[in-house]
Nanobody, 121 residues
């Protein structure tokens, strides 16, 4: 099983920056991808950014050029650097990972509990 714990959320003014962290722990064979999703009240959960074990990244259109995802494989940690924050970035941010609990296991998705990011205008 994989446990994901996010940190770094909070309240920031528009134009400011925040850095989110997601630490994966537990017993697992590999983490193929780590990603950040976000969900605002009354809206669906959307992909913000994803990074694969080989470093390939992809981003949601609304955050391109402002957010940067990175990962430290040795620490099983993913980061999301958020710059030039806007009020519309306000949401609960969830860490997600897809990986295998053992060598022969199927790929499984895991979620963290979420961290609130609020951007004031």
């Amino acid at each position: 099983q994989v446990q994901l714990v996010e940190s770094g959320g909070g309240l920031v003014q528009a134009g400011g920056s925040l850095r989110l962290s997601c630490v994966a722990s537990g017993t697992f064979f590999s983490l193929n991808s780590m990603a950040w999703f976000r969900q605002a009240p009354g809206k669906q959960r959307d992909l913000v950014a994803r990074i694969f074990s080989d470093g390939v990244t992809n981003y949601g259109d609304s955050v391109k050029g402002r957010f940067t995802i990175s990962r430290d494989n040795a620490k099983n940690t993913a980061y999301l650097q958020m710059n030039s924050l806007k009020p519309e970035d306000t949401a609960v941010y969830y860490c997600n990972s897809v990986g295998r609990s053992s060598k022969d296991a199927v790929m499984t998705g895991y979620w963290g509990q979420g961290t609130q990011v609020t951007v004031s205008s």
